[in-house]
Structure formats: structure tokens, C-alpha cells
């Protein structure tokens, strides 16, 4: 006899939902129901047929959250009833007006969801509100945040550290957040910048790459150790940038002239280490946060079209020979969004 | 300051030159070998014999200076920088070019590495000099310096400075300096009480290292200093005046607009102890005012000030209407030292703009001028001791009828009886009552 079975996995997203809530003390069964549905909606948020990435705050006091961030504006849109189906249409108000610094919020406020947008910050270097409300949150402002941190993979976190990551779809636990490899990517390539500006140039990266890994389209980068002067011969099958690009220099000129000159610069070196990183092949970086190359082709040894995957996976697993000798570390996205590293930290 | 008063620190002392020695060749041993060379000393003697007074005292002058600017340079730009609350010096300022006389002074004294009656002596040393050095020729020739006006400078200048074999903060500070960065403080602590009980110039200058140690170092001795920053400031805070709480959230936003999330963070979780969210600025637009305001002040502390006023006071009548809160105080200080002039005059060209910044200061702001700024504004009030500028303030407090906002708004009373004098006129009482709160803020007002 045949049998009709439907798998939804809202029961068990309920579940966890709820556990989260209660470890940020934020708990609420409105809050709980709206949760749901934004985490539902943000896994594969598109309008009119565009990808969109916005980052979602729910908070309790939008004036306290915005008085700990420095230079810090909001634009209200709304305020509904408190249900689920208002946070379904704060974000649907609000997420394609959340782009280049802007972020969605969500106010608890008595019965009612007030939201809009917000941002903070003068410079590409500024700490953003994830950073400040979430990352380094303070029990005295209650916030959490829920944004897309790659395809498919939804992280909620709160202000006292709690998290959930959402996967949508049939991955395993430890390959679900591409947070920790991507951190790993980021400390080789600043492995050797001064200290004093070295949480600055990974904070830069951190930006540069992580909108890289929303795209989806998929990415291949190395670092190799500062003592090497030329690019690897094996790496000369690309595009070598001469002189190289500084990103330490670029940040160490703003820091000390704190001008617009100096943040539009360091903007469009961003925005140029992006299109490098959406190209095809292999973007080169040096371990004291320069960039050398990319556009790079590997030549594949004799007999590796027995490794599984397509051709980026192929190239990784050659780059992944070459650490310890012409480099450090290692990053593929696929196309397929899986995120994985290989190299040694210092 | 009492001599039995608690103090975090004790300066150095000088080096005693018998009071009965009024020439230069009894004086010029008493130079240390390192500061002062044989030859330089036979010129000094030379220069006396032949009367040449203010070419003497001038070469005196730059070379203690030059000694005590390199000193200081030290310590690091950056460590200067939040000393003084001058956000304009960074580590690529030439300390010996940014760094006027009277901040070099100030800072010395700050730091223990001069005694307060030796800062007090330099600074009149200073002003005198300015004086001769800005006088037309036919001026120059009619009222040239006296040999006891060149003697008073050498010796101010070897006592504190050029007898010193080397010129270094006090031990007590340095101890205290390195105490915050490599070990942690709580609240009973010896130290913090002393620092509690202490004039507010330490209490000042406390919050100021421990703002410099966050801006500037890293890892552990960072994480040391954000620790002892939450026992610390929060100890002090009620007792803190509004320019000191606005540096503090000037320096969050600037950490947090620097990317330094490990600073800021810190800082925050002060700020959030303090409630002290109000005292972080909107935007950084009150660092273009500070930068403007520490112009006017290089212009007047430097030579020929009455002639370099004009353009940076006029840059900053320009700026625009409002000063941002966090600029105010130093905006002020800057235009009251144009305004107020000194003992040996005004500069006439620069008087409109200064006027005209003046006008537009509303009446809450001078509220907080008044009780917040400036009984911790040593530059206006050591002016306030002169008779001239006193003069002058008596026709501001007259012009702005700060006679009445002080009677009902000011909560200070020895602020409140300073403009009430001032307004009858009494500039006597105008003196003591500026040199007691001088006294109260921990720096010296008369010679001892």
C-alpha cells in the first residue's frame, strides 16, 4: 500500500528557535513565530529575481542599541501588530533597501513590531553594528541577528554569544558554518601584518570575502609566506599584479589621515580584490596581507581526474599539496557552496 | 596644592641654585655637562658681561626647551596626543613642531618630570620672553629686558631643566604608568585611593594614560588596561568634568570608526557601567573643531602671536555656526586666550573673530562653560591671574551678563563668586579667587 509521508522541518526549527530565545533571554512566542518565518525566508532571499543578502537585528530598545553606535542614523518604515506575519513584511519592506551598510531592524515594542533600517560607522573600517550589538554584545541591550552567511546557511546570534546555524539542506554538522574555515583563511593572509593593524586588515577581509561567499559563485585563494619574493612558478599561469597590491598600507594611510581620499581608496581596492576573487582561478595573496595575482591556472598532475568533483575541487586538492612548501592556506568555494581550508596557522 | 596633600605622584626636584647667586657666572656650573657644553656656557657669560639679554635669554630658552621636547617625544605621539587631548598630533607629528612651550611645560609638570613652583617660574619665563621677543625696534630699544628679567629665566631654566643630569618623569609616575598596563588594579587598592584622594590634574591625568594604553597597545598589556579602565574610570566618574567624560566617548568612536573592536569593546563595557552613551559624539566633526581650536593656541603660546592670531581664529569663525559639544571646551579655551590677550596686550586683528565666535554661544552653553570648563581650564585661569587679561574678563563677564547666569546656574562657588567679582569690578579678588581654584585643580598658583 503506498504511503504519503511530508517532511517539514518547521517543528524542529520551533524547537530550536525556542532554546535560542531562552539562552538570550529573549524569549517571547511572538518573537519565537517570526523568527521561523524570517529564518525560512532569508535561506533563499530573492526579489524581483536578485539574490539578497540584508542582516536582520531584533531588538528591544532601538535607541539604546543606537547610542552605542558611533555616527549611527535609522530610517523607520513600519509598525505593525506583534506577529510573525509583521516581521514577514519588515523584511520584505526593508531587506532590498539593505545594502552597503544598512541592516534591518526589528523593535519589540509593547504589542507592536516597529521596523526600519539602520546603520553606524564613517569609514569602510568601522566596527559594524554585528560587531558592536552581537560579536561584542552587552547584556544590557538585548539583540540578536540573523543573516545569510552562505548559501542556504542561516547563523542567528545573540548578544551573550548564543548561536544557531541553520542549513537547508543535507550537509554535515562540522561542514554547515564556513564562519571558522573562513577565519582560518583570514588569519594566514594577516599572519604577518604588524599587530597594530593586524585586526584591522582581517576585519577588511572578513568583509571582502564574506560577500565573495554570498554570491555562491564560487572562489579559489592561497597565501603564500611573506619570505617569498616572486610568485611560485607554478602559479605564473595568471594575472600578477605589479607592484602588488598594499591593503595594509591603504589602511595604515587612512588610519593616519582619516579623510574620504583615503576611505574612497580603500573602497575601491574592496571592490577590486571582490571581482579578483569572482573570477575564475586561483586569487594569490601574500601572509602580510597583499595581493599578488590571480586569474591563476594550476596545472593538474598526471592522473587527478580520478579525484572527485569538478575542476576547482581538482585545483584544490593540488594547492592543498602545495602548503608547507609555496604556501600557507588554501579556500575553495565551490559552486555547489561548500567552503573548505587547508593550511596551518602560525 | 598643599605640600601635605595626597598626590599620586611626586615630581623630581630641582636642582637648587643658592638664592643669593644673581650672575650668570655663578649659575652656569650648575648646568649639567650633557645640556649645556663648555662652549655653550662661556657664550652664556659672555652674553651677560656684553648685555645682550634677549639674545641670551632666547638661546637659553630653546636649548631647555629643545632637551624637554625631546624628552617627552619619548613617550610616543600617540601617548601625547591623549595627554593633551590634541587628536591633530599623530605618530607622523615632529613632537618638537606640534608641541608649543606651554603645552611642553604643562606636560612636564603633569608628569612629575618638574615641580609645579618650577612650571609655574617657566611659564612666566615664557611669557616674558614672548613679550621682548615680539616688540617693534624703537619699542625694543626704549624698554629692552633688564638683567634681573635674563637671570630669573636662566635660572628657572637650569633648575628645572638644564641642571637636570636626565630629564625624566618621576618614578611614582613611570610605576603607576606601567602599573596600568601590566597588572591589575581593583578599587582598594593603595594606588587607586591615592589617585582618588589626589588634585584633579592626576585624576585627569589618570583617565588620560589609561585612554592612551587602550589606544595604543596591544594584547595582554591591552586587555590589562581595558580591565583597570572599568575599575578605574567608574571610580572616578561623578567626580570627572564634562571635557574629560567627552574625551572618553570621543576616543570609543574613534576606536570603533579605527576598526579596533578589541579597544572598543572595552571601552564600551565602560561606558555602559558609567551610563556615559551621552558623552560619545554623533559624528567626528568635533575633531576638525579641536584640531582648528589647538591652531589658535599654537599661534598665541608661540612668537609673534598677536600677529599669527588673526588666520586661525578667522578658520574657525568660518567653521560654522554650532561648535560640536565635544570641541567646546577647547573651542572656548582658544577664543577666551585671543579674547583675554595677555598681560602685554591683544591681537587687535583677531578680536572680531574671536567676538563673533563669542556671540554665538548660547546661554546653555556658557552654563556649561561655566560650570564645567572652566574651573579645570588652567589656561584661562592662570590669565585670570594677570591684570591685564583679568581686565579684559571683566568686560567679557559685563559684555555676555555672565554675572547673572553664574548667580543662577552656576553649582561651583568659588566659579560663581569668580564672575560676581568680576563683574563689581574687583580684580583682586578676580586673582585669588582664579589662583584658589588652580590650587584646587592641583597645579601651582604662586611661587614657593
Known sequence: MPTHKTLSLREQLNVAVVEFLDSEGMSCPKTRDGLVTLINALGHYREEGKALFPEVFVLDSLNEALSILPESEHVEIGEDKKQAATMAKALKKCAPLARRGWAVYIERRGGMFGYGLFRSGSTILSLSPAELLVNR?????????????????IQVSGFSHSSLL??????????????????????????????????????????????????????????????RRTVPKSFRDGITISPRISVPDKIRQMLAKSDFNS???????????????????????????????????????????????????????????????????????SQDGRIDFYGKRK | MSKHEITLWQ????????????????????????????????????????????????????????????????????????????????????????????????????????????????????????????????????????????????????????????????????????????????????????????????????????????????????ENALANANVIIPLLWDRLAGPEKHQLGRAYAELASEGKATATAGLK?????????????????????????????TAHEEMNNFYNEPAPTKYLDDMGSVIPIPAFPVCMSAVL???????????????????????????????????????????????????????????LVREFSLATVAAREVTDRTTRQLIAEAEAGKSNLVHNLSARLIDKLGYESKSK
Not at chain 2, 626636584?13 to 655663578?26: E, G, S, Y
Not at chain 2, 551610563?275 to 589658535?296: H, Q
Not at chain 2, 546661554?363 to 591684570?387: A, I, P
Open chain 2, 269 to 297: 563595557k565602560v561606558l555602559l557601567k558609567v551610563r556615559g552613551f551621552d558623552y560619545v559624539p554623533e559624528d567626528l566633526r568635533s575633531t576638525s573643531f579641536i584640531k582648528a581650536a589647538n591652531a589658535i593656541l
Open chain 1, 137 to 153: 554584545g552587552d547584556p544590557a541591550i538585548p539583540v540578536f541577528m540573523l543573516r545569510q552567511v552562505a548559501e542556504n546557511v
Open chain 1, 263 to 333: 576611505n574612497a581608496k580603500l573602497q575601491a581596492c574592496s571592490a577590486l580584490i571582490t571581482g579578483m576573487l569572482l573570477s575564475d582561478g586561483i586569487t594569490l595573496f601574500g601572509s602580510d596581507g597583499t595581493v599578488w595575482a590571480y586569474n591563476i591556472f594550476l596545472k593538474h598532475p598526471k592522473g587527478s581526474e580520478s579525484v572527485a568533483g569538478g575542476a576547482r575541487t581538482r585545483t584544490f586538492k593540488v594547492m592543498c599539496e602545495l602548503v608547507g612548501k609555496d604556501l600557507v592556506g588554501a579556500l575553495i568555494q
Open chain 2, 11 to 222: 615630581p623630581k626636584l630641582p636642582v637648587r641654585i643658592p638664592v643669593t647667586f644673581n650672575n650668570a657666572k655663578d649659575m652656569v656650573p650648575y648646568a649639567n655637562s650633557h645640556q649645556l657644553t663648555g662652549r655653550d656656557r662661556t657664550q652664556i657669560v659672555s652674553a651677560f658681561e656684553n648685555h645682550h639679554y634677549e639674545m641670551v635669554s632666547s638661546f637659553v630658552w630653546t636649548k631647555a626647551l629643545s632637551s624637554l621636547k625631546a624628552q617627552l617625544a619619548k613617550l610616543g605621539a600617540a601617548f601625547i596626543s591623549e595627554m593633551l587631548d590634541r587628536p591633530d598630533i599623530n605618530t607622523s607629528s615632529s613632537i618638537d613642531q606640534v608641541l608649543t612651550d606651554y603645552e611642553a611645560l604643562r606636560l612636564a609638570q603633569e608628569l612629575g618630570v618638574i615641580t609645579g613652583t618650577g612650571a609655574l617660574r617657566l611659564r612666566q619665563a615664557l611669557e616674558r620672553l614672548t613679550h621682548f621677543g615680539q616688540l617693534s625696534p624703537d619699542e625694543a630699544d626704549e624698554t629692552p629686558m633688564t638683567a634681573e628679567e635674563a637671570i630669573g629665566l636662566l635660572r628657572a631654566c637650569i633648575e628645572n631643566i638644564l641642571g637636570q643630569e636626565k630629564i625624566e618623569a618621576a618614578l611614582d609616575f613611570k610605576k603607576f604608568r606601567d602599573g596600568l598596563e601590566k597588572k591589575l588594579y581593583d578599587g582598594d587598592e593603595h594606588e587607586i585611593q591615592t589617585m582618588l584622594s589626589s588634585p584633579y590634574f592626576f585624576q585627569r591625568a589618570s583617565v588620560r594614560i589609561l585612554l592612551a594604553l587602550v589606544k595604543t597597545t596591544k594584547s595582554a598589556q591591552l
Open chain 1, 166 to 227: 541553520v542549513h537547508f539542506g543535507a550537509t554535515k554538522d562540522v561542514e554547515v558554518s564556513p564562519l571558522p574555515k573562513l577565519n582560518d583563511f583570514i588569519a594566514c593572509i594577516v599572519r604577518d601584518v604588524p599587530g597594530e593593524i593586524q585586526e584591522q586588515v582581517g576585519s577588511f577581509y572578513m568583509n571582502v570575502l564574506s560577500g565573495v561567499l554570498r554570491a555562491g559563485h564560487g572562489t579559489l585563494a592561497a597565501v603564500m609566506p611573506t619570505r
Open chain 2, 337 to 395: 586666550c585671543v579674547r583675554l590677550g595677555n598681560q602685554f596686550g591683544i591681537s587687535y586683528d583677531a578680536q572680531r573673530y574671536a567676538n563673533s565666535i563669542l556671540k554665538r554661544v548660547s546661554k546653555e552653553r556658557w552654563v556649561y562653560f561655566l560650570n564645567d570648563c572652566l574651573k579645570t581650564d588652567d589656561r584661562v585661569l592662570y590669565k585670570l591671574m594677570q591684570e591685564n587679561p583679568a581686565a579684559r574678563w571683566t568686560e
